[in-house]
């Protein structure tokens, strides 16, 4: 009853906080920069992507900011929401009456939502006189998920892998429980019994979890897909797209997730697992096995070695399910929407600036300044980790129009470091991705209707895993997603998939 009860407050919270509960008023930051005064100007929203600055710089006063400005010609002044509810944000901003010259989303419900709105500035004309190297760099199937009616509603900037999702485990705590890596769904339930249960960190104390995941069932990819299945995913069923999340496969899976957490396998705070959270314990020795970013291994796994040189993490298999099935998510082909809101009357100088940022000023936005961060040694990219790493939030703005070159990003991921494993965590990864059957823009009634939709998936998930509701909520579930919209989107995508298919 205590572990229900408790239960049932982490989920109160988490449901707080993804609706958006407390949202302060933003206000935009405008500046006017030192010798900048006869220059254009424009106020853009990003995502900070959780970067922090070295002491005396800022999101306005950088030099990698600094050489944007001083090679466009245009001053940028700059608004970085904080990353939790950052899309309920960009509805406060959108609301105020005098949105910005440019936002950035990852989410293509938002985008498609503002599109129907008619909030959005149509690019075609920008694009064609202004956008040189964004024609070049961007492929028609990325052009094509920012269409609707023939109109160009965002600049996309491009994912540079094609999923994210891998399983770590230490090494150290598996032999020293005599166990082998596991490979089977019903190894893996034993293996992170076995840490949960068995001090594997030595310390006589009950304190490690078998698996630990992140709030709104993130990070669980590798296991959904050992029943056949992703989230909020499109697959192919006698010859048309259905939704994952009302399938047969998802209540499998979340019966087992729910099995893990009332067998005290299962972080029991997983509703509240913010990546900083769950990062936290990964570091400090609490988590053995969890499902890693490809980037993990040079972050929170590299921490925590650092702490504990005897931790030995590896990669391992996917876990296979009953009917053999496994594998992990597939991105889409974009990252994130630029957009420009009709009230702005700087979509020439915005569109100057993306194509800026994805043309000749993407080397230095995504390797850093040449000879001061990386250089070139018998031909090899030879980068100054400490340099490296002081100015990471380069990113922030390398990422509004990131254009995915594999070479470029091998050279890059060798450079950082072969014990990291990067480059072969991404070939791992890509070679067990589940593929999402729709790769269109995201249609009408997904704006209409997603961000509730996917609320109430996420909230009936969460509940059903913690205990707070029967695995029966699933069939529920299923008949209010079709009936709030669930059907009209797949009608939409359907209609979408038949004239692809022709």
């Known amino acids: 009853m205590m572990k229900r009860m408790r239960a049932a407050i982490l989920v109160m919270l988490a449901c707080c906080s993804t609706a958006g509960c407390g949202i302060p008023n933003l206000t935009l930051k405008v500046e006017n920069k030192a010798g900048s005064t006869s220059e254009p100007a424009i106020r853009i929203v990003a995502n900070s992507l959780g970067m922090n600055f070295p002491e005396g710089m800022d999101e306005n006063h950088n030099p990698y900011l600094s050489y944007i400005e001083k090679n466009i010609g245009v001053q940028v002044n700059v608004t970085l929401p904080p990353l939790n509810g950052y899309d309920e944000k960009l509805n406060v901003i959108m609301a105020s009456g005098e949105p910005p010259d440019l936002l950035n989303t990852s989410d293509?419900?938002?985008?498609?939502?503002?599109?129907?709105?008619?909030?959005?500035?149509?690019?075609?004309?920008?694009?064609?006189?202004?956008?040189?190297?964004?024609?070049?760099?961007?492929?028609?199937?990325?052009?094509?998920n920012v269409t609707v009616d023939g109109k160009i509603y965002a600049?996309?900037?491009?994912?540079?892998?094609?999923?994210?999702?891998?399983?770590?485990?230490?090494?150290?705590?598996?032999?020293?429980?005599?166990?082998?890596?596991?490979?089977?769904?019903?190894?893996?339930?034993?293996v992170m019994k076995a840490f949960a249960e068995r001090d594997p960190d030595g310390n006589g104390k009950k304190d490690t979890y078998g698996l630990s995941i992140l709030e709104r069932l993130r990070r669980?990819?590798?296991?959904?897909?050992?029943?056949?299945?992703?989230?909020?995913?499109?697959?192919?069923?006698?010859?048309?797209?259905?939704?994952?999340?009302?399938?047969?496969?998802?209540?499998?899976?979340?019966?087992?997730?729910?099995?893990?957490?009332?067998?005290?396998?299962?972080?029991?705070?997983?509703?509240?697992?913010?990546?900083?959270?769950?990062?936290?314990?990964?570091?400090?020795?609490?988590?053995?096995?969890?499902?890693?970013?490809?980037?993990?291994?040079r972050a929170h796994i590299?921490?925590?070695?650092?702490?504990?040189?005897?931790?030995?993490?590896?990669?391992?298999?996917?876990?296979?399910?009953?009917?053999?099935?496994?594998?992990?998510?597939?991105?889409?082909?974009?990252?994130?929407?630029?957009?420009?809101?009709?009230?702005?009357?700087?979509?020439?100088?915005?569109?100057?600036?993306?194509?800026?940022?994805?043309?000749?000023?993407?080397?230095s936005l995504k390797l850093?300044?040449?000879?001061?961060?990386?250089?070139?040694?018998?031909?090899?990219?030879?980068?100054?980790?400490?340099?490296?790493?002081?100015?990471?939030?380069?990113?922030?703005?390398?990422?509004?129009?990131?254009?995915?070159d594999p070479n470029v990003t091998r050279d890059r991921l060798d450079a950082l470091g072969s014990q990291f494993r990067l480059y072969d965590n991404i070939q791992r990864i890509e070679q067990n991705l589940m593929v999402d059957r729709f790769?269109?823009?995201?249609?009408?009634?997904?704006?209409?209707?997603?961000?509730?939709?996917?609320?109430?998936?996420?909230?009936?998930?969460?509940r059903i895993i913690a205990g707070l509701s029967p695995i029966e909520e699933f069939d529920a579930f299923v008949k209010k997603w079709k009936e709030a919209g669930g059907d009209e989107i797949t009608g939409e995508v359907n209609e979408w998939w038949r004239e692809t298919n022709k």
Request: hydrophobic content about 35%; proline content about 7%; cysteine-free.
């Open 108 to 144: 293509p419900s938002w985008f498609i939502h503002f599109v129907n709105q008619k909030a959005l500035t149509p690019l075609n004309d920008y694009i064609e006189k202004y956008g040189t190297n964004l024609k070049v760099k961007i492929p028609k199937e990325a052009w094509d």
């Open 155 to 190: 600049i996309p900037s491009l994912n540079e892998v094609k999923g994210t999702e891998i399983i770590y485990a230490r090494k150290d705590w598996l032999d020293k429980l005599g166990l082998q890596p596991p490979k089977t769904i019903e190894e893996y339930t034993a």
């Open 220 to 297: 669980t990819s590798p296991f959904l897909g050992a029943f056949g299945v992703q989230m909020k995913a499109w697959y192919e069923r006698d010859g048309k797209l259905v939704y994952s999340g009302v399938l047969p496969e998802m209540k499998e899976a979340l019966l087992y997730l729910r099995g893990l957490y009332d067998a005290d396998i299962l972080d029991p705070e997983f509703p509240l697992n913010k990546i900083d959270v769950l990062g936290e314990k990964i570091v400090s020795g609490r988590v053995g096995l969890f499902s890693a970013a490809w980037s993990d291994t």
């Open 302 to 363: 590299a921490a925590n070695r650092k702490i504990d040189p005897k931790a030995e993490w590896i990669p391992l298999d996917f876990p296979v399910g009953p009917n053999g099935k496994h594998g992990v998510y597939s991105t889409s082909n974009v990252r994130s929407y630029n957009v420009i809101p009709n009230k702005s009357d700087k979509a020439e100088a915005v569109v100057k600036f993306l194509d800026f940022v994805a043309g000749p000023g993407q080397t």
């Open 368 to 404: 850093g300044f040449e000879n001061e961060i990386w250089t070139r040694v018998d031909g090899k990219l030879s980068i100054r980790f400490d340099e490296h790493s002081k100015h990471g939030y380069r990113g922030i703005y390398g990422a509004l129009a990131d254009m995915a």
């Open 439 to 462: 790769n269109g823009p995201p249609t009408p009634a997904m704006g209409k209707h997603q961000i509730k939709l996917s609320k109430l998936q996420e909230d009936t998930f969460t």
